[in-house]
């Protein structure tokens, strides 16, 4: 996954003051990524939150999926992850810890989130090499984009350089083969041959 250590000379990301876990829970697009190696090409990539029940071994289950270069006709690959939300306070954390395989555990600190309606959110990573802007839906306002990369640098004191938009391109196929539904993905983002679906 590239270089996952955690040491840096930079100050420690601070994360946002208020995180509901409940209302974190559900589909995110990646929309721009600061990547490990396997984003480095990758498209439609997509993550789900599933809360577990109190007493199991981790607090939430990430599926994630992608293709690994061209949307839809490269192949699809999935990562399976599991989180643990961190703090006194498990229902309200900006801190969690995140697994994408034993024994590897990663700082992901919730750095930037729509407090209000959870429309995006930002990932960060202490040592600046990783950064993840997600939104609820594949696209994302351009002036929303241009705000939190501004904040990335000015607040979190990340160099963007390596900064790459995700290509998300969905058609009505796609989004049933990737078992997505119509309020998760719907269909003025969908895309036919020629235009987009009307």
């Not at 040491?7 to 420690?12: H, R």
């Not at 306002?141 to 391109?169: A, S």
Request: hydrophobic fraction near 30%; glycine fraction near 6%; aromatic fraction near 12%.
């Amino acid at each position: 996954m590239g270089n996952l250590s955690t040491k840096t000379t930079l100050p420690p990301l601070q994360t946002v003051s208020s995180c509901k876990t409940s209302k974190f829970m559900g589909t995110w697009f990646v929309i721009g990524v600061k990547p490990t190696y396997f984003e480095n090409t990758c498209s439609n990539a997509v993550e789900k939150y599933s809360l577990l029940p109190d007493g199991s071994d981790h607090d939430v289950d990430i599926d994630f999926q992608y293709n690994s270069a061209e949307a839809i006709t490269s192949p699809l690959k999935s990562l399976p992850q599991k989180g643990w939300i961190e703090g006194p306070d498990k229902a309200d954390s900006g801190e969690w810890k995140v697994s994408p395989f034993w024994p590897v555990k990663m700082p992901y600190p919730i750095i930037e989130l729509d407090e209000q309606s959870y429309d995006y959110v930002v990932i960060g990573f202490p040592s600046r090499q990783y950064c993840w802007i997600m939104s609820r839906t594949p696209t994302m306002k351009e002036e929303t984009y241009i705000m939190l990369t501004e904040r990335l640098k000015t607040r979190h004191q990340y160099d963007l350089d390596g900064l790459r938009k995700v290509p998300q391109v969905w058609t009505r196929e796609e989004r049933e083969k990737r078992g997505l539904t119509e309020e998760e993905i719907p269909d003025k983002y969908l895309t036919v041959k020629g235009g987009t679906c009307t």
